[in-house]
């Protein structure tokens, strides 16, 4: 069994002429819960898509729970659970009804799980779907995929429309469901104190590529947020590689640097900063440099190979 | 990971579904122009017919065709005097409606007339007026059985095998094999195809069986089946409403009754004339007429055991002409056939309430109307007693040129291969069949240059000349396809394919090609600058990968 | 694969209800009707011959509703992720067309059958006769506007699936009045029906959901 419960291979995705997506590889180790991240449009319900074989990628592939995306077996998908986004539920049909047919088609299900989160979450089982309001569909939608008792369990935005405390519910539900050994979560959020509070690794996607690819702990180690005070004009430029964004205001220039290490430190220094403060940054202050948009340096290569640390 | 894979299962079952519509398309399109040419071969009239020996000569065979038009020819002497005419019509355009398959298959059902029918106990039946008045053939015992009303007596059956006839099966009466019936009533003027034998059945008069010649083996002589018509008249033909064809007697002005008087039979109390004439054979059933396969015509005497050609069927126009083709039309090859004799008896006495003898009856020569395959020409031919052409008439559709235009742009429009196939196939397809056909059509104008029996280069210069906007059309799509194909980047194989296939098969070939080709938008080459597949992995016009990001990110990345 | 047969049989249950009281109907009009004298022949033959044009094109609609309201509710793409193929969502879609087709077609065709065999017809005939040769490409011609309406419902828009299925039927229903019932068009029509099916599981399999 491979350690990956999903495995991209430089998937590529055009929509009529337009690329989103320019060669994800992307791991998803098994048993972790994966946060991917990203701004609108820029892909992430485009990958989701792919991997659950409901979307051709233009080129590449995806191997998940060891089986081709494009054609996953029935056991393969008996054993995924996949909550969409916009959670989209046949809309004419009644929560019974619904569930009857999660209850039918599924490999696994567990009927007494099912009826606890409806309880949890209140929801009338006689009405119909396009009869509940958002927030109730998403707690339909959320307690139907995990009814299924998912080795992988795929959540595309499962927060949007739910109360504070439905949020809170949901977030301790997938708490629960994590603690089974080798379950996997991969799901995507715009509420980042939620992947935040979940999340082991957190992906990023930007320009159609995956900016970022690591651990949470380890991103906020990697990526630094310093604010340098120089005595006279700061420097033109500072010719460090990895710089996310860079702002100043006279003396004062605030960097976000990736990969930030000794070497950088030390280089840094050489410009002799009246002060450097490092300023400790939130997921979701790192999200916002790393997607905010007209702050790229060019790309610059050297060797022909472009300058990232990996 | 392509899912776009190329599928040459899918292109197939595109192709055939595209082939089928269109096909149905096109020959809705033909079966109007068709139907509007037919209208245009709709009467010959001949008169006077030849046959009555007092009559002037009419036109010899070989000059001008005869006038289309209702008119016929008075006397020079008496203006009250009618000439003797034979006159063929189509009515309707329900000749072609009567060969399309469902029709067809219709009245082949309902009417035995049209096909012998067989039912559940293996009886084919040669006539059917109700379960009480038939006429048919027992498979198990090999009679010909016969059922009729009688006024006093009731319902009479009777057996009827090559020995005799009896009320009850008799193992005596012997047994047919293969009976086909050739007569007019069904079931009366036999020929059993095992034993090559015509016979002659007499239910009413005598309970007889005459037994007629014996072919030997490998006669072409052998004949075919003959289906009766309507009431009222012997018409042998494929079909009884669809091709009428009549003789009408001279004809004299009544002055005091102020109309024009026929003679018959059995109309006793005229004084104009002494002879009568009519139809009837002249010693039924012992003596009818039979057609070969060949298409030749011939007087079956089961008294004599003769059996002397006295017609044949004469192959009406084709687009072609008549000077290159066979004189006789094959059986097979013409859409309908109606031939008839012409008798002649002395009149009896007014208070003889009779019918002359047999033996008094003389044979005058018979007429023969014929329509092409196509459903849109006509041939009528009268023949002597000595079974020599007397006259000869056509009609070849003059419908509008812009009819004939259509119909020959329609047929432009199949795949040229199944055109090609026409032009070979198509003296192998029967006449009635080729109505109702869809891919291969053999009544159409390649289809009957297939027939044409004119010299090689005749043929060779017309195909090219019928074919020619099929051809332009083919390749010009051909082109097209090479031409997005190329864009499109299908390999060379794939192109080869569609290129052949389009040549092949034409406007199908190109609607399948379109609907079937990847819908993929195109998107530039950073390399070339021309437009390239983005779910190819390089690019099919300069071979470059994709070297450059599309879009631009950042040149930083995070990551283990 | 049970469940999802019945789950398009009740999501298109209107085109079944009708179908069967059509199907009821008109069974016991040609049944019970031979009390009407004459008249009642003329009526059997007419319609024998009208009966399949309505019917063809309510299969066809059957097909294009499935596909519409499939690609419009993102029904196959729930269903795509649980514990189901593509391949499965097909069949059984095309199970519950063809139960549709035998619904609405086959209590008719019996029926007509009998009646033809109580009229005291023209002619003995063996098997039933013409009625039972017209009832089977009828019903062939019947699966093959169900698949034909099964290319034509993908369009995203209201107006090229109604007015496209509705030329490709009428294109396709002279095809037994130029063929007849023979072996021709049992070929014709297997071959078509079988193509159509090709290429609706081809596009339903390589589209995205």
Redesign the interface.
């Known amino acids: 069994m491979s350690e990956y419960a999903i495995q991209t291979e430089n998937i590529?995705k055009?929509f009529?002429?337009r690329?989103v997506l320019?060669?994800i590889n992307l791991k998803v180790p098994q048993g972790g819960i994966y946060g991917l991240l990203g701004r609108n449009g820029a892909g992430k319900t485009t990958i989701i898509?792919i991997l659950?074989?409901?979307?051709?990628?233009?080129?590449?592939?995806a191997v998940v729970l060891g089986a081709?995306s494009?054609q996953?077996?029935?056991?393969v998908?008996?054993q995924?659970g996949?909550v969409?986004e916009g959670h989209?539920?046949?809309?004419?049909y009644s929560v019974r009804r619904i569930a009857e047919?999660?209850r039918?088609?599924?490999?696994n299900w567990n009927e007494q799980f099912f009826r606890r989160l409806i309880e949890t979450f209140r929801l009338p089982m006689e009405r119909k779907v396009s009869q509940l309001s958002r927030g109730m569909r998403a707690q339909l939608n959320l307690s139907l995929a995990m009814a299924?008792e998912p080795k992988l369990l795929i959540l595309d935005d499962p927060t949007l429309g739910l109360d504070t405390v439905a949020r809170r519910q949901f977030l301790e539900l997938a708490v629960e469901l994590i603690s089974h050994d080798g379950r996997t979560i991969l799901f995507s959020s715009h509420i980042l104190s939620d992947v935040e509070r979940l999340a082991d690794r957190i992906g990023i996607l930007?320009?159609?590529?995956?900016?970022?690819?690591?651990?949470l702990e380890?991103?906020k180690k990697?990526?630094r947020k310093l604010r340098l005070i120089f005595d006279g004009q700061p420097p033109m430029e500072f010719p460090i590689?990895?710089?996310?964004a860079e702002k100043r205001q006279g003396r004062e220039v605030l960097l976000t640097v990736?990969?930030w290490n000794e070497n950088k430190q030390t280089f840094l220094n050489t410009f002799k900063p009246a002060s450097c403060t490092d300023i400790p940054m939130t997921l979701e202050e790192i999200f916002i440099e790393c997607t905010a948009s007209g702050t790229?340096?060019?790309?610059?290569y050297e060797q022909g190979e472009?300058?990232?640390?990996? | 990971m392509n899912k776009q894979t190329y599928n040459p299962i899918g292109i197939i079952a595109t192709g055939f579904i595209v082939l089928v519509l269109l096909s149905l398309v096109l020959f809705c399109g033909r079966f109007f122009c068709n139907a509007h040419l037919a209208l245009g071969s709709s009467r010959v009239i001949i008169s006077p017919s030849g046959l009555i020996p007092d009559e002037p000569a009419p036109k010899r065979a070989g000059e001008e065709a005869f006038a289309r038009y209702n008119i016929t020819r008075l006397g020079p002497d008496e203006p009250n005097f009618r000439y003797s005419s034979v006159y063929a019509h189509i009515p309707s355009n329900s000749v072609l409606i009567s060969a399309v398959g469902a029709v067809w298959d219709i009245m082949a059902e309902v009417n035995p007339y049209r096909n012998p029918h067989r039912d559940a106990n293996e009886r084919i039946y040669y006539w059917y007026a109700d379960k009480n008045n038939n006429v048919c053939f027992d498979k198990r015992s090999g009679l010909i059985i016969h059922r009729y009303e009688d006024k006093k007596t009731g319902p009479v059956e009777l057996f009827a095998g090559p020995n005799g006839v009896s009320g009850t099966v008799e193992l005596s009466l012997g047994r047919f094999y293969d009976p086909i019936a050739i007569d007019a009533l069904g079931g009366s003027c036999l020929y059993d195809k095992k034993t090559r034998c015509f016979y002659a059945i007499s239910f009413y008069d005598g309970k007889v069986v005459s037994k007629g010649l014996q072919l030997a083996e490998g006669d072409n002589r052998e004949p075919i089946a003959n289906h009766a018509g309507a009431d009222g008249g012997l018409f042998y033909g494929f079909y009884d409403e669809g091709l009428n064809i009549s003789w009408r007697e001279p004809v004299i002005w009544n002055v005091e009754k102020g109309e024009w008087k026929q003679r018959r039979w059995f109309s006793p109390g005229d004084a104009q004339s002494d002879d009568v004439y009519g139809l009837r054979g002249w010693d039924w059933p012992y003596t009818y007429l039979v057609l070969d396969k060949m298409g030749r015509i011939h007087i079956c005497n089961t008294k004599e055991q003769s059996l002397t050609q006295c017609g044949y069927l004469p192959m009406p126009h084709s687009f072609f002409g008549s000077e290159q083709q066979s004189e006789i039309a094959n059986p097979r090859n013409v859409l309908g056939y109606s031939f008839c004799q012409v008798t002649t008896s002395q009149r009896l006495p007014a208070d003889t309430n009779k019918s002359p003898a047999r033996s008094d009856v003389k044979y005058l020569g018979m007429y023969v109307a014929c329509l092409s395959r196509e459903g849109t020409a006509m041939a009528v031919a009268v023949f002597d007693p000595n079974g020599r052409l007397v006259y000869r008439g056509d009609t070849f559709g003059q419908g509008s040129p812009s009819a004939t235009t259509i119909l020959f742009l329609l047929e432009n429009l199949q795949p040229p291969v199944f055109e090609i196939a026409s032009y070979l196939c198509s003296d192998r397809i029967e006449a009635s069949a080729g109505h109702r056909a869809l891919f291969i059509l053999p009544n159409s104008f390649v289809g009957m240059l297939g027939r044409y029996n004119g010299t090689k280069f005749d043929r060779e210069v017309f195909l090219p000349l019928l074919m020619g906007p099929s051809l332009i059309l083919s390749i010009w799509l051909a082109f097209r396809v090479r031409k997005d194909a190329k864009i499109i980047g299908l390999s060379g194989t794939a192109k080869k394919w569609w290129t052949v296939g389009t040549i092949a098969f034409g406007l199908p070939a190109y609607i399948t090609y379109r609907l079937t080709r990847s819908k993929e938008t195109l998107v530039t080459c950073q390399n070339c600058g021309r437009i390239r597949r983005p779910d190819m992995e390089t690019c099919h016009h300069c071979g470059s990968k994709w070297e450059m990001p599309e879009l631009t990110p950042p040149n930083w990345r995070i990551c283990d | 694969m049970f469940t999802l047969i019945a789950r398009e049989i009740e999501d298109n249950r209107v085109f079944f209800i009708a179908a069967a009281i059509v199907a009821a109907i008109f069974s016991a009009f040609f049944v019970y009707g031979q009390f009407y004298g004459e008249t009642y022949k003329v009526l059997i033959g007419v319609g024998t011959i009208i009966i399949p044009i309505p019917a063809a094109i309510a299969f066809c609609a059957m097909g294009v509703a499935q596909i519409y309201w499939d690609k419009t509710k993102k029904i196959s793409a729930l269903l795509a992720t649980l514990a189901v193929t593509r391949r499965h969502i097909f069949i059984a879609r095309v199970i519950a067309g063809f139960l549709l087709v035998l619904i609405g077609f086959v209590p008719i065709a019996e029926a007509i059958i009998m009646a033809v065999s109580k009229i005291d017809m023209p002619f003995p005939s063996v098997r039933g006769g013409l009625a039972f040769e017209i009832m089977i490409p009828a019903l062939l011609l019947g699966f093959a506007c169900y698949c034909i309406g099964l290319q034509a419902g993908w369009p995203s828009n209201k107006v090229t699936p109604t007015l496209g299925s509705l030329g490709l039927v009428i294109i396709l229903i002279p095809v037994i009045l130029i063929k007849g019932f023979g072996w021709e068009i049992y070929a014709i029509l297997v071959l078509l029906i079988s193509a159509c099916l090709i290429r609706a599981w081809y596009r339903f399999s390589t589209a995205a959901l």
Request: proline content about 6%; aromatic content about 6%.
């Open positions: 590529v055009y009529d002429g690329c320019d060669g898509r659950l074989g409901l979307e051709p990628a233009t080129r590449g592939g081709s494009w996953l077996p029935v056991s998908l008996g995924i996949y969409a989209n539920l046949i809309p004419n047919l999660y039918n088609l599924s490999a299924t930007r320009a159609g590529k995956l900016v970022v690819d690591c651990e380890e991103l990697r990526a590689t990895g710089i996310i990736a990969n790229d340096a060019a790309v610059d472009p300058i990232c640390s990996r």
